[in-house]
């Protein structure tokens, strides 16, 4: 199995990114696949997941500003991020498990090796 995260950038705040995780190895359209991101110094936290239904979860961080999209025949989550800050620089993974869309790291079996956001200010 192998996910692999692109579009990471270096970004004024109020612009705007599209992050991508392909992935491989697994039946994809089986699986629900989270977005999480670690700033320097602190834990890493989610961002957003999508199920394999197509519903999505947000954190509080997320809403109104994040999207999150599937694209099944090309095996790819995507993550759109609007009007970002200089809060939202951190390395952003992506990561897939065999079940529900949630937000708890420990539920996500398989991870990608990360991209990073810059947004300066």
């Known amino acids: 199995v192998r996910l692999v995260e692109s579009g990471g950038a270096l970004v004024e705040a109020g612009g705007s990114l599209r992050l991508s995780c392909a992935v491989s190895?697994?039946?994809?359209?089986?699986?629900?696949v989270g977005w999480f991101r670690q700033a320097p110094g602190k834990e890493r936290e989610g961002v957003s997941c999508?199920?394999?239904?197509?519903?999505?979860v947000y954190t509080d961080s997320a809403k109104g500003r994040f999207s999150i999209s599937r694209d099944n025949a090309k095996n790819t989550v995507y993550l759109q991020m609007n009007s970002l800050k200089p809060e939202d620089t951190a390395v952003y993974y992506c990561?897939?498990?065999?079940?529900?869309?949630?937000?708890?790291?420990?539920?996500?079996?398989?991870w990608g090796q990360g991209t990073q956001v810059t947004v300066s200010s």
């Open positions: 999508i199920a394999s239904d197509g519903r999505t």
């Open positions: 190895g697994l039946v994809f359209d089986k699986y629900a």
């Open positions: 990561a897939a498990q065999d079940g529900r869309a949630t937000m708890n790291l420990d539920d996500y079996e398989f």
